[in-house]
């Protein structure tokens, strides 16, 4: 695409767009959407995205982690031409997180965490508690905690300066901070909310069940229980509501502040429930969630091979955007979208040349 007509389109800088990869890779491994217009801005070319690999380096790169080899790839957003540049990983890389500052990248290989530090690219820390494959990873909004969830039912709490503090010291085993093996079956997705060390997480789990912790304390506040597998959750910033995607194509949104308080709160297509609205449009699982800043709109990509827009307040799906269909192997698809926040920069000074106030450093295995 010419850049020349992404500057003239981006001259409204839209405060928030969306970031989306599927695993065809026929078009483009990941395309920039206006997320009121729908319109496509900018596409990465090169491989394919494994699952909640797709992340910004301190808003000037863009990674994502292939889900066939074990190699990153990187795309400068700054420049005219988008070339791809390539990272090896010890193996194939299942989840990926990057910190708020960009200065570490946390990748989840096999049952291990790997974290390298970006500007150096030196491989920092690799830690083991999980037992079967680590599939998601989460940051806190200040970068000081991470938390991770995988096959093996577990929702880790690692806190980064406890593990910078003994990196250099490899006869010492790094302790998470936190462990909860509450959910019955692998966890599938996890949300981290503001606050940083006393923030909340909410986990979603093949076992039919969302859980909020609370980071701080460690204790479980409140189990939601669906009659479907949850494959993706997320809550908006104030933490009024939560939205779990389901196996099924439905998105449910529950109220967090339905009375009277409950610690276990149940809820089934069969009977009506005023605390939680569904949102109906999916034909296939929702494989992932997100909303925009204000928590008016909802944005979900599904294993149908679109990625929907839907308003919080109605429930009605405003606009759909699809990917490559034709896939071979249709239960590999695996639409991963974020949301980008304007705050100092608006988007249109991102894609013009300027000067790098850092440099990305190659990941050392």
């Not at 420049?79 to 090896?88: A, D, F, H, L």
């Not at 194939?92 to 291990?112: N, R």
């Not at 297509?269 to 005023?274: A, G, K, L, M, Y």
């Amino acid at each position: 695409m010419d850049f020349k007509r992404i500057e003239f389109k981006t001259m409204s800088s839209p405060d928030e767009i969306i970031i989306s990869s599927d695993a065809s890779g026929q078009l483009w491994n990941s395309c920039l959407w206006d997320l009121q217009s729908g319109t496509s801005l900018l596409t990465f070319k090169g491989g394919t995205s494994a699952p909640r690999t797709l992340d910004l380096i301190n808003k000037e790169y863009l990674i994502a982690a292939s889900n066939t080899k074990p190699v990153l790839h990187i795309w400068p957003l700054q420049k005219k031409e988008s070339n791809q540049m390539k990272i090896v990983c010890p193996g194939i890389v299942t989840s990926l997180t990057v910190t708020p500052d960009g200065s570490y990248c946390i990748a989840g290989i096999a049952e291990k965490i790997h974290m390298w530090q970006v500007c150096t690219g030196s491989l920092l820390a690799v830690l083991s508690r999980h037992y079967q494959t680590v599939r998601c990873l989460q940051c806190t909004d200040d970068g000081s905690t991470f938390v991770s969830g995988g096959d093996d039912n577990l929702v880790i709490v690692w806190s980064l300066g406890v593990i910078l503090a003994e990196c250099g010291n490899f006869n010492t085993v790094t302790k998470p901070r936190h462990v909860w093996s509450s959910h019955s079956l692998p966890v599938t997705d996890i949300h981290v909310g503001i606050g940083g060390s006393r923030a909340r997480v909410v986990s979603s789990s093949l076992d039919q069940t969302c859980r909020l912790w609370d980071i701080s304390s460690g204790e479980l506040l409140c189990k939601f229980v669906f009659d479907v597998s949850i494959m993706t959750v997320t809550m908006d910033a104030a933490e009024f509501q939560l939205f779990a995607g389901g196996s099924n194509g439905v998105i449910y949104s529950v109220n967090l502040f339905e009375m009277p308080i409950r610690n276990e709160r149940h809820f089934q297509d069969s009977t009506e429930n005023t605390s939680s609205v569904k949102f109906q449009g999916h034909t296939k699982k929702v494989s992932c969630l997100s909303l925009s800043f204000d928590g008016t709109q909802l944005v979900s990509g599904s294993h149908d091979n679109t990625v929907k827009v839907w308003d919080v307040y109605s429930g009605q799906c405003i606009k759909t955007l699809s990917h490559k269909e034709g896939f071979v192997y249709v239960e590999k698809l695996s639409v991963m979208l974020i949301l980008y926040e304007r705050k100092t920069r608006s988007f249109e000074e991102l894609m013009l040349y300027s000067s790098m106030r850092g440099r990305l450093g190659v990941l050392k295995n």
